[in-house]
């Protein structure tokens, strides 16, 4: 039967339409021949790209000659992984390795040694590609066999025969495969693929690509902006050698997560439109959506990283809620997601798995037993809206944001200062920190708001001043757009507010806004109200700061008599009231009236809470500074030493209180002169708060700092100066330059200078 049409390149046989006349046709003897009869044209190669701008790779070359040159049996190699993270571009340098690797030793004189590329996206294009293979072997078969009989020859050949490579590129589905590779005996298959899954059942070697190096990023974007660059400078170092016109080339190619698509994409556009990497990358920040789906002249515009992720989502169209779960997943951050925080997604447990699970064999995301990775592109695609891509539709992308809001604030532990709590904070940190980054103020809704207020707490308890006022200033919007200016959640975030600026020692913002929100408080909910009390007890706290003890001291008064009078005398605020009085009294050199309020407190302490409650034993260590204050060290270090012992007791060695009791019983050791006991527990108490606290936080710093002073009241200057400088670095680092203590330890060092 003869079929009109002609071949394409991959030898693809068009049928004839229907109202053409079809004749009947003999085949000639020649083209029936047995196929082991048939024998390979010389140098039969073909290839679908150069490869010129290949850069790197070569454990992952290293890996797949290996698995492929293992045996006489046919070897299959299936590399697979994200979309755009170059699968094809590795394909294409190894088959062109290979093909001049064997006709460079002479083999080609046998005839035997195909390498053949077939596009491989659906059954219909591999038998397509197949038949292609047949013409190749056979040109006469071109216009006198029928596809599907040119698909078995080629299948049967390569059967019949060995020493070919066969590539079969972008395989969506195993089973468009399963076919030929159940055939074929001998040669080798190298398989690209995006699914990860599956091949095992085929016998089938499986290698993960992922994305480039850093180093590996930055030559590829430079060779395809600079083609003439020579590549000793490219590799000189990740950006130092660049021209001028390649400046935050590095930052360029991390926002892009080292992606090949993604940094050839971008970098043809550098090339055609002159622009710099970093003014790329403004383009980029401003306009996700559009960079993302833009591709330079001349390239492939259906190649784009966007579309390239649309048709992997089409694949998995069966399982709607890996659609949604991916949304979810790109609001938080890049790095590890723990899976539990899609526990509460609204869909059961199984199914939840299920999506990760499809997700994760098409390399959309990748799974651990604890925890979810993203790569930072995919997120950032995700969270695009696209009106023309049913995957990111505007309003699913703000139900997926609200979403990730509400299971961050889900996992977020109620009260993140209990040291418990604190590795779950941490792990959650970055998540938040995404999530805030990437959602606009104007669409945060009340689940951001207590999220924003709940991470502002735990960062400024770490020492993250910083961080923290930002926070709560967007906490603070947030509450007020929403809910208006007298809501206690406003206030709350007022309060909270005008804490952080305290502890960043900025008490000109600090009082100001303590004592409005005190007022609004009294007019809101009255002056009797516990709110109020607290806000009141925090404004005499920034006064004291401050060391405006005439006002400090009748508020906290005041303060203690209301608490008294609503609360009772045994009340846990009351009793936190004495002992706040108690510290302000100190504080103004009154240490008659201190020690006695210092002495009843405690005692109320231990009568109503116990002798090892934490309120209690922070009683006992605020008498023990009083009575050091006094100079009473007879009386002030055995409480010291009671009070360090009882807290490693009922709290353990690692808690923050104990690490303070830690710190005071030594400055207490120093007081006395007892330096041979004092410094080796400020190294000890140094060395556990950067193990548990981190070198970060105030009572780290605060710790290296007393150690540089023991360092300096010994005459050891040598120890002394350099750790004073190392704090000093810190602190304006961490607190600022005009906080009081880094204006404190600035002084100190000047001193030994």
């Not at 991959?10 to 046709?25: P, S």
């Not at 709560?472 to 757009?481: H, K, N, W």
């Not at 830690?662 to 108490?685: F, H, K, M, W």
């Not at 005459?715 to 004073?724: E, F, N, T, W």
């Amino acid at each position: 039967m003869q079929m009109e049409g002609r071949a394409s390149g991959l030898g693809r046989v068009y049928q004839a339409g229907r109202d053409q006349t079809i004749h009947e046709t003999v085949l000639p003897v020649e083209a029936l021949r047995p196929v082991t009869e048939v024998v390979a044209p010389p140098r039969l190669v073909n290839l679908p790209r150069h490869t010129r701008m290949f850069v790197g790779r070569g454990d992952e070359l290293a890996a797949l000659r290996a698995a492929l040159h293992g045996g006489d049996e046919v070897l299959v190699a299936v590399v697979h992984g994200l979309g755009g993270v170059g699968k094809s571009t590795l394909a294409a340098y190894y088959t062109l390795a290979q093909a001049a690797g064997r006709y460079t030793a002479g083999r080609d004189a046998s005839g035997l040694n195909p390498v053949w590329w077939i596009t491989a996206d659906s059954g219909q294009a591999v038998e397509a590609g197949l038949a292609g293979l047949a013409v190749a072997l056979q040109p006469e078969l071109a216009t006198t066999v029928p596809l599907e009989a040119l698909a078995e020859r080629a299948t049967a050949w390569l059967a019949a025969h060995e020493g070919w490579l066969l590539v079969l590129d972008n395989v969506v589905d195993t089973a468009d495969v399963r076919p030929l590779l159940e055939r074929t005996l001998t040669g080798q298959v190298l398989v690209t693929s995006r699914l990860g899954e599956g091949w095992h059942q085929l016998g089938a070697q499986v290698l993960r690509l992922d994305v480039l190096g850093e180093q590996e990023a930055v030559e590829l974007l430079a060779r395809i902006v600079v083609p003439d660059l020579p590549s000793d400078i490219v590799r000189a170092s990740p950006e130092g050698g660049l021209p001028e016109g390649l400046d935050g080339t590095a930052e360029l190619v991390r926002e892009l997560g080292c992606l090949p698509l993604a940094i050839e994409q971008a970098s043809a556009y550098l090339h055609q439109t002159r622009l710099t990497p970093r003014a790329y990358l403004e383009l980029l920040r401003k306009q996700p959506g559009v960079m993302y789906d833009r591709a330079a002249r001349g390239a492939d515009a259906e190649r784009t990283i966007a579309r390239l992720w649309r048709l992997t989502l089409d694949q998995l169209t069966g399982t709607p809620l890996a659609g949604s779960v991916l949304r979810v997943l790109a609001w938080h951050g890049a790095e590890p997601i723990p899976r539990i925080l899609l526990s509460g997604l609204g869909a059961t447990e199984p199914d939840v798995q299920h999506a990760l699970g499809e997700l994760a064999a098409y390399n959309m995301i990748t799974l651990d037993r604890d925890a979810v990775a993203v790569h930072r592109l995919v997120q950032a695609v995700a969270r695009t809206p696209d009106p023309d891509d049913p995957h990111r539709q505007a309003a699913d992308i703000d139900t997926a944001r609200n979403q990730a809001t509400s299971l961050l604030n889900a996992a977020l532990p109620e009260t993140p200062l209990d040291p418990a709590d604190w590795p779950a904070c941490r792990a959650l940190l970055p998540h938040i920190t995404a999530l805030t980054d990437h959602a606009s103020p104007d669409t945060d809704v009340i689940t951001t708001a207590r999220l924003l207020n709940q991470t502002g707490l735990f960062l400024l308890d770490q020492g993250a001043i910083g961080r923290a006022i930002a926070c709560f200033e967007r906490a603070r919007s947030a509450c007020e757009r929403l809910l208006g200016g007298d809501h206690p959640h406003t206030l709350a975030c007022r309060s909270n507010l005008a804490g952080a600026y305290e502890s960043a020692g900025d008490l000109g913002r600090a009082i100001p806004l303590f004592e409005a929100t005190l007022s609004d408080y009294e007019r809101v909910f009255g002056g009797d109200h516990p709110d109020t009390l607290s806000s009141r007890n925090n404004l005499a706290s920034a006064y004291r700061a401050a060391g405006d003890l005439g006002r400090a001291i009748p508020l906290l008064e005041a303060t203690r008599a209301e608490r008294e009078r609503m609360l009772g005398e045994d009340d846990p605020y009351t009793l936190s009231s004495r002992n706040n009085l108690a510290h302000a009294y100190e504080s103004a050199g009154d240490l008659g009236r201190a020690i006695p309020l210092h002495r009843a407190t405690l005692a109320d302490y231990e009568r109503v809470l116990g002798v090892d409650h934490p309120d209690t034993l922070q009683s006992r260590n605020n008498l023990a500074v009083a009575y050091l204050k006094a100079g009473d060290s007879g009386r002030a270090i055995p409480l010291f030493e009671a009070t360090l012992a009882d807290r490693e007791r009922v709290l353990g060695g690692d808690r923050p209180a104990t690490l303070v009791s830690r710190n005071n019983l030594a400055a207490a050791y120093q007081t006395v002169g007892d330096l041979g006991r004092a410094i080796p527990l400020y190294e000890a108490t140094l060395a556990d708060c950067e193990r548990v606290l981190g070198a970060d936080h105030p009572d780290t710093l605060q710790s290296r700092n007393n150690l540089a002073g023991a360092y300096k009241a010994v005459g050891d200057l040598g120890r002394a100066i350099p750790l004073y400088e190392q704090t000093l670095a810190d602190r304006e680092r961490v607190l600022g330059t005009d906080h009081p203590l880094t204006k404190a330890v600035r002084a100190d060092l000047s001193a030994l200078r």
